[in-house]
């Protein structure tokens, strides 16, 4: 006999089984057992709780939200499913949705610290420093010496550029929780290891106890000893740190080779100069949007500091509305997807460019509100995916393409755990590879569209700093403000790994490091090193280090 047929009428024992049966992966034996306890009382919460569970799992997102939230609207809301919720918007990227919630909610239930800790670390995700912390330093009084609310305000004062106080934050999240392993990685980001430090002594210990934490800790574990190893020199186990991170990181988020590959193919095959000329269509005249764009760590944040030094520009930091304002755009006949995301317009509309460059230029423009400011600066490095899209759409908006030495850019792309995405940073076969794809459709925007971008070479940057600040200011249409050479010194808000970097004076020991880690970087040579070598031939004339 089927053991749902035998079950007890308890609610608690067949919500026990149907979590067996979910973990086994056995759905419609769990769906049985929910089902007999509904039976019994389908309004209470962990019978809710359950279902929402089932329904995720069944990929059923939008049911499974409906049942989580009338959990939390209740009197006796259900912290579990709190946690459920939120992590669920926060996979599915609805970041805009979950800030208007988590804002009602804590004016309907101000003293309930998962909310206000929860509206603290969206508000912070978002760049939003100032009010974020209003919101995680009342959390912080409302849970005293938690370590998940001092590690997020740790993260925060960094994004805010204050280095050594976030530093001394995650010291004691690290005096509470000695093992913690997301802070034992990002306060390793600026600490200096040696042999014998008691972080170092913690991380290897913490290296004998890997098979006790949970897969994400595993991950942060391993990027953690990757610096520390690095640090010390010992750069063959430091590889092997970063390889083996790489690979766990992956298998808990795959990548897609295949439809990576086949969206740049689509992209280059679809968006040309013929294809935007035959649509008859014009795209938003607004000025103010300037976009710096090129591979992750590839000077991208050092050029938005420049920029944002001076009165007229405003930083906008990473931004994520260029992608749904494309979302099925139509070119050349064809309605391009580009993802998962929300797009701005139903397909039904069929946007045209118009209106699709005014909705991003809106947008923009609403994060410098109050600010006398000519230009807004959008430094998503992905968006150069989308360099002739973006011209059309808003086709006197600025493009900044910064590049780099190839090398340098993928072998700090390898060593850093990415808060999201970038699945193809985690092994130097994919990263090459990538790699690839990104320099050919670069190469297809210089050709079809070759007055849409100003490029910027790091290396150029470093010789240069006041030559190439000027050449910048001048392109983006504004006088010339001496404060652009003093930009380690302003303080906003910086999201990115580069952080603590952008806060420095240019320094040239950030150009041909990669030579002392050739011999570890024989995949990702082997997949771009005619690309190396074009590339060095480019700044042959540089003086070298």
């Not at 980001?189 to 210990?205: C, I, M, P, Q, R």
């Not at 959008?378 to 590049?403: E, T």
């Amino acid at each position: 006999m089927p053991l749902h047929k035998a079950a007890p009428k308890n609610i608690d024992v067949l919500l026990g089984l149907a979590r067996c049966a979910e973990d086994i992966k056995a759905l419609p034996e769990a769906d049985r057992y929910i089902q007999l306890a509904e039976s019994l009382d389908s309004d209470a919460k962990q019978v809710r709780h359950m279902r929402a569970r089932w329904l995720l799992a069944e990929k059923r997102v939008d049911e499974a939200l409906e049942l989580l939230e009338a959990n939390i609207d209740r009197e006796d809301l259900h912290g579990e499913s709190i946690d459920l919720w939120l992590e669920t918007l926060k996979a599915h990227k609805r970041e805009l949705y979950l800030c208007d919630k988590l804002t009602e909610y804590v004016k309907r239930h101000p003293k309930r610290p998962e909310f206000v800790f929860g509206l603290g670390m969206t508000l912070s995700r978002a760049g939003e420093i100032d009010n974020a912390r209003k919101y995680l330093q009342q959390a912080d009084k409302m849970l005293p010496n938690n370590h998940r609310v001092l590690y997020e305000l740790g993260v925060l004062e960094r994004q805010a550029g204050h280095i050594q106080k976030s530093q001394e934050i995650f010291e004691k999240v690290l005096e509470l929780k000695p093992a913690h392993p997301a802070a034992l990685r990002t306060f390793g980001n600026e600490h200096k290891y040696a042999y014998g430090d008691k972080h170092f002594v913690t991380l290897n210990s913490e290296a004998a106890n890997l098979t006790t934490l949970q897969p994400m800790e595993q991950v942060q574990i391993h990027f953690a000893l990757g610096k520390a190893y690095d640090d010390v020199g010992e750069l063959s186990t430091a590889f092997r740190h970063f390889a083996v991170g790489g690979a766990k990181k992956r298998k808990q988020d795959p990548m897609n080779e295949k439809a990576s590959a086949r969206m740049f193919s689509l992209v280059q095959k679809l968006v040309d100069r013929e294809a935007i000329e035959k649509s008859n269509q014009t795209g938003c005249q607004d000025e103010t949007p300037v976009f710096i764009l090129g591979m992750p760590r590839s000077g991208t944040s050092l050029m938005e500091q420049i920029l944002s030094a001076h009165p007229d520009i405003y930083g906008g930091g990473e931004l994520k509305y260029m992608t749904p304002s494309l979302e099925n755009i139509s070119v050349a006949g064809r309605r391009l997807k580009f993802g998962d995301v929300e797009p701005a317009f139903d397909y039904d509309i069929n946007a045209n460019f118009e209106m699709r460059g005014q909705w991003f230029a809106d947008r923009l423009k609403a994060l410098a509100a109050g600010r006398p400011v000519k230009r807004v600066v959008d430094k998503m490095p992905g968006n150069f995916n989308y360099v002739g899209l973006i011209h059309a759409i808003l086709p006197k908006a600025r493009i900044i393409h910064s590049r780099r030495h190839p090398m340098e850019t993928c072998l700090s792309c390898y060593r850093i755990l990415f808060a999201e995405g970038h699945q193809w940073t985690y092994n130097l076969t994919d990263l090459g590879r990538y790699y690839r794809r990104y320099w050919n459709i670069m190469q297809h925007w210089r050709e079809q569209f070759p007055d849409a971008m100003l490029e910027v070479r790091y290396e150029d940057n470093v010789a240069d700093v006041e030559g190439q600040a000027r050449k910048l200011i001048d392109y983006l249409g504004v006088p010339w403000n001496d404060n652009c050479l003093n930009f380690h010194k302003i303080d906003r808000p910086v999201k990115t790994a580069s952080a603590a970097q952008v806060r420095k004076p240019i320094y040239n020991t950030s150009t041909n490091r990669w030579r002392k880690y050739e011999p570890y970087l024989g995949p990702l040579l082997d997949e771009i090193g005619d690309i190396v070598e074009a590339y060095e031939a480019e700044i042959a004339h540089l003086p070298k280090d």
